[in-house]
């Protein structure tokens, strides 16, 4: 889960770069990203979208492949690669959605509201061109190296979030366990 956590924070970054209004009103509204796009990239958004645009989606994911080279030890690099070419059409797919209902979430005037309509927002993408055109035309590339750099950065940060919090819990338990909690 790491990974998805990390990969929510990029698409945290590429939501204010490329779709500035939304991640203001996320922000706003306290909405974490993980809670409404943990699905969407756990599931290669089949249990989100309507099974013509997943079909479209992967479509597109496939077509756009990355090759991954035979059994050497050049493999590992390309099935790292292959994992982010993936991410680069989750990424472009998430940002497509919010661009896509972006007027419905400038709308929601708080944080159960946003929740209670998100679940509907990737179900109601029944147009896959549409989906597709918001998620590609207008967005600059992702390159691989830019990508695996913000992941990388995201991770240690959750790392590093991760070991503070244990180290705080760790303080906690041992007030508790002392008689001082």
């Known amino acids: 889960m ?28 306290h909405v974490d990203l993980l809670s409404i796009c943990s699905e969407w990239f ?6 989100s979208l ?17 090759k991954v080279q035979g059994p050497d030890p050049e493999q590992i690099w390309g099935m790292c690669s292959l994992a982010l070419h993936v991410s680069q059409v989750f990424f472009r797919i998430a ?6 209902v972006e007027q419905e979430i400038m709308k929601c005037q708080s944080f159960d509201v946003v929740m209670e309509r998100a679940k509907g927002w ?26 695996l750099r913000a992941r990388n950065e995201a991770l240690s940060k959750i790392e590093r979030e991760d070991l503070e919090r244990m180290k705080l819990a760790e303080t906690r338990l041992a007030q508790v366990a002392s008689g001082r909690g």
């Open 50 to 66: 309507p099974i013509s645009t997943v079909l479209r989606v992967w479509d597109t994911l496939f077509f756009e492949g990355f």
């Open 42 to 47: 756990l599931t290669w958004f089949a249990k």
């Open 122 to 147: 990737p179900r109601s993408m029944v147009e896959h061109n549409e989906l597709l055109k918001a998620s590609f035309d207008g967005l600059p590339s992702f390159r691989r190296q830019a990508l």
């Open 95 to 100: 940002i497509g959605i919010f661009k896509r």
């Open 2 to 29: 790491v990974l998805l956590r990390a990969d929510m924070q990029v698409l945290a970054s590429f939501l204010q770069a490329y779709c500035p209004k939304v991640a203001k009103e996320l922000n706003r509204l």
